[in-house]
């Protein structure tokens, strides 16, 4: 019987760790393995390394005060993940941006760090810093903690400015985020990436290999243990990898359908950018009895959807500025558009306080009367001047084999494409998108115009200073989509990353980082899943070689 007694495994090669997945969480575990003197192997599904890591924001969520980040971490996860897990997490921030900037010296990288700059929380005071016209602290001096929960001013951002030499478009072709767009206003993540991503190339001790897939993990003789994994290489053949550590790093479920069908409500949900990450580590795992948690969370938001097959991706809405809920004044970037559903009816703020975590939350609503999802998709609706304003779209994405598309700076393109719907009247835009009742959609951007004259969105609460009229034709409408950029449900871990089963035994030798089994199980904070990715690796790290506790 496999597993039992003495039974010999037969493999092919021995490496001391092997490291599923080159996103961020896969190329920290492979550097600290590295400078710990074990003999490495990194594995990549796709042909190309960055994962959606290379396509984040960039900033890293670092904390100068590890009691109140460990509070701000426990209030946004409404008790769904356990305290020592979060504890862990809490810990590891407060040194994430030496860590960043002794990475940065590889390169010769440009570190910005916030530290010292906060108006809150002992960190540093406000003199001199120039408050809104209120009279209020800009937001930027509050904390990086994307809700004004406890704790929440404790937290700052560490980004990579710029790198020495360094063409995004040429280095990593198959990635597009906003850095690499002349309509982009962030997309550090790819500059974050080139400086993990140099560290490994550093490391003699790290082999890589791409377009090889983890096929299963290989238990060992021992119960609950794990001694290696099948890899099936770029050639097909299958290898078998004795290890002393698996680090499993491959992401989430983005790209499997039938995963988000049976844990989450809304059908269907696009992914942005994810079609390779189709919750392999997952499923390995699981055929060793590993728990999972809160499986229904994701992050995403709402988007258009391309009319070429080959662009499979849907397309994220503009990235606008975060607010914190009680500061509605500190929202002043304007989002021309408004959200109908099918009957012609607002049913949500469009500009929740970080619309690219929640706002696809409410298009999820199934209506057992009609036995539909009456919200999936939506209908966007903008005037001209909305039009004219900026891209309403933006393509990210990190894929060698698709269309490589770039959204027009005035829509026009994408008027031409249909992804834009244009019409001279609500009524005649209404009959367009076929919808149930165009007299309701014609009401519907009456009361919102009306809404705009009074300076607030008394049906839905969006802050008055993202609010604009649509009341100059042409009007423009799209199709919208809920999307998810990144999963958080996944592998249920301890503090040390260990994959634990339904019972909390752990699975020996077994380690899950990164977004395939993220902390973060009720609200996101924006930066959180890069901080996790390289604390988790370290962490996973330090435990195998001894470092980091039982």
């Known amino acids: 019987m496999r597993g039992v007694g003495k039974v010999m495994l037969a493999f092919d090669e021995e490496f001391d760790v092997v490291v599923v997945g080159f996103g961020f969480a896969g190329a920290i575990s492979a550097i600290e393995a590295a400078d710990g003197g074990a003999k490495v192997l990194l594995i990549e599904k796709a042909s190309v390394p960055g994962g959606i890591s290379i396509c984040a924001g960039g900033g890293v969520l670092c904390a100068a005060d590890r009691d109140k980040a460990f509070a701000y971490l426990q209030a946004l996860g409404k008790g769904r993940t356990p305290i020592e897990v979060l504890r862990s997490l809490a810990d590891g921030m407060t040194d994430l941006e030496d860590y960043v900037r002794d990475l940065a ?55 990579i400015k710029s790198v020495p030499k360094f063409f995004p478009e040429k280095e990593f072709p198959a990635q597009s985020s906003s850095s690499t767009q002349k309509s982009g206003t962030f997309g550090g993540g790819v500059r974050v990436f080139k400086v993990v991503y140099d560290n490994v190339l550093k490391r003699r001790n790290v082999q890589v290999r791409y377009n090889s897939a983890a096929v299963r993990l290989i238990p060992g003789t021992k119960q609950r243990e794990v001694r290696g994994i099948t890899i099936k290489g770029e050639n097909g053949k299958h290898t078998k990898v004795k290890a002393r550590a698996v680090i499993l790093a491959c992401g989430g ?90 009957f012609g009816k607002r049913y949500m703020n469009e500009y929740h306080p970080y619309v690219q975590d929640t706002n696809h939350r409410p298009m999820q609503h199934f209506d057992p009367v009609t036995q ?38 005035d829509n026009l393109k994408e008027v031409d494409l249909g992804i834009l719907k244009k019409a001279d009247s609500i ?52 199709e919208i989509w809920p999307l998810v950029s990144n999963t958080q449900g996944g592998l249920v871990h301890n503090a040390y990353q260990q994959a634990v089963n339904v019972y909390g035994e752990v699975l020996s030798r077994l380690y899950v980082v990164g977004e395939l089994s993220s902390v973060f199980g009720h609200l996101y904070s924006a930066g959180g899943n890069i901080a996790e990715c390289f604390v988790s690796g370290r962490n996973a790290v330090k435990h195998i070689s001894g470092r980091g506790g039982k």
């Open 105 to 159: 010296k590889i390169n010769g990288a440009e570190v910005v760090g916030q530290q010292g700059r906060l108006g809150l929380g002992g960190l540093g005071g406000i003199d001199g810093i120039s408050l809104n016209p209120d009279g209020t602290v800009p937001d930027e001096f509050l904390g990086g903690g994307s809700y004004m929960l406890p704790g929440f001013e404790t937290f700052y951002y560490t980004s």
């Open 253 to 342: 479920f983005e790209g499997n359908p039938a995963m988000q069908e049976q844990y989450w409500e809304g059908m269907p949900i696009g992914t942005a950018m994810a079609k390779n990450n189709t919750g392999d580590g997952i499923l390995m795992a699981q055929e060793l009895g590993a728990a999972l948690w809160h499986m229904w969370h994701f992050h995403g938001s709402y988007g258009f959807r391309h009319p070429s097959p080959d662009y499979p991706y849907v397309i994220r809405t503009k990235r606008v500025p975060n607010w914190k809920p009680g500061r509605e004044q500190t929202a002043q970037v304007k989002m021309p558009w408004i959200l109908v559903d099918q």
């Open 372 to 409: 539909s999802y009456p919200r999936i998709p939506s209908l966007l609706i903008c005037d001209d001047n909305g039009r004219r304003l900026y891209p309403l779209g933006q393509p990210t994405y990190n894929d060698p084999d698709i269309l490589h598309y770039v959204w027009s700076q």
């Open 427 to 478: 009524r005649e835009l209404a009959a367009q998108f076929k919808m149930k009742d165009p007299d309701a959609v014609e009401a519907t951007v009456d009361r919102w115009n009306a809404a705009y004259h009074r300076g607030s969105d008394a049906e839905f609460g969006r802050p008055g200073g993202t609010m604009l009229p649509i009341d100059t034709p042409p009007y423009y409408g799209a």
